[in-house]
């Protein structure tokens, strides 16, 4: 994990303002163009997803699955999530309903977990069920995938998870382990975007399984992507932390190889170069990249009306520049837009059913573990 200083940011709080209630910087959040609320506090958040009736499921890093009400603030722990390896960066990880939720009722997710041979982030799905007595758990959870290999540390799982547009798929990110070369290797999963059909076989038609790899991989040469989402065309876009520098954002197109560890934009931790992307040098370079980092975290396309003018950005949570970040979308090309310091890091982004943005604190270093609703300054 990236351990950058942090400068220390000063609480300033001015009474009858919804930005202090937040208890971040105070002149930094007059300058921001939406109004922050606090609606709850979680336990080292991960990741959220808002459910067809206004709920929605959080996860949080020890393992445990909540159902949250945003109305009235109530948390149902969900029963039937199998055991977390939460060392280190592992976690219960990413969480997303089916394409055919409403009839199904399945809900996917992603966790770390530690099993003969080593550790690693497993795919799993189970059946959303509620009792009348209002307790709730998956029912049926089954791991339909596993990452190739399992091995030592405890790092760059990623396990982002995103549905094809169609419904027909799902793509799911399988971080390089902090091991650098299985990002290359063609039989390891690890350092790459997977595409899958819905029960967890690799999909038919991957573009590189008749060239020997594995074959559901989708594109490799990944670190530790954090986050996919599909905008309004049907692109893939993906943002992956660097080393030291090079954070990414990547149009993701299938069969290519995106260059990690053998090209980036950053440099090694110990200060070793490596050498950057260029034209013609084999390798997808990014669309976006920083230096200095931000860290990305979650990673959303933005639909929605409550926010016009930034319809079709992407946002990302970012973890150590404690910031919210809009990249700017013009068809294949991908712009720096807006950073917005927000105090504290910013670990997931969600799109709210009316259109509001809703940010999860990361929960550690400085974060309280607060989701947080934006709309618009009035």
Request: proline fraction near 7%; include cysteine.
């Amino acid at each position: 994990m990236r351990r950058l200083p942090l400068a220390a940011l000063p609480l300033i709080l001015i009474a009858c303002s919804a930005e202090n209630a937040t208890g971040q910087n105070a002149a930094t959040a007059s300058d921001r163009p939406f109004a922050t609320a606090t609606i709850a506090d979680f336990d080292a958040p991960w990741a959220m997803t808002f459910l067809p009736d206004g709920r929605a499921l959080v996860t949080e890093k020890a393992g445990e699955m909540l159902l949250f009400d945003p109305k009235n603030g109530t948390k149902i722990p969900i029963a039937g999530i199998p055991a977390v390896d939460s060392a280190g960066q592992g976690a219960l990880m990413d969480v997303v309903t089916s394409p055919g939720f409403a009839q199904d009722k399945m809900v996917y997710f992603s966790f770390s977990e530690s099993r003969e041979g080593g550790k690693g982030v497993a795919l799993a799905k189970g059946a959303f069920a509620q009792a009348s007595d209002g307790t709730t758990s998956l029912t049926d959870v089954q791991v339909i995938f596993r990452a190739t290999p399992y091995l030592d540390g405890n790092g760059h799982y990623s396990g982002r998870i995103a549905f094809s547009p169609d419904g027909q798929y799902l793509f799911f990110t399988n971080g390089d382990r902090q091991k650098f070369d299985p990002a290359q290797d063609p039989k390891s999963t690890l350092g790459k975007v997977l595409r899958l059909n819905l029960d967890g076989t690799p999909a038919a038609g991957n573009p590189l399984a008749a060239k020997g790899f594995h074959p559901a991989i989708w594109s490799y040469g990944h670190r530790n992507l954090l986050g996919i989402a599909f905008d309004e065309k049907g692109r893939l876009w993906e943002q992956e932390m660097g080393p030291k520098g090079g954070d990414e954002v990547n149009l993701i197109q299938p069969g290519l190889n995106y260059g990690w560890p053998e090209v980036s934009n950053g440099s090694h931790y110990d200060g070793r170069a490596i050498p950057d992307h260029q034209a013609g040098d084999g390798y997808e370079a990014p669309k976006v990249s920083w230096n200095p980092v931000i860290s990305p975290g979650g990673l959303i396309h933005y639909s929605g009306d409550m926010f016009p003018a930034w319809k079709g950005s992407l946002f990302i949570g970012g973890l150590s520049s404690k910031a919210l970040v809009r990249v700017k979308l013009d068809g294949e090309t991908a712009s720096k837009a807006d950073q917005w310091d927000m105090g504290a890091r910013i670990r997931e982004v969600e799109q709210g059913p009316d259109g509001a943005l809703w940010v999860l604190e990361d929960g550690r270093d400085g974060s309280q573990g607060r989701l947080l609703k934006l709309t618009p300054k009035r």
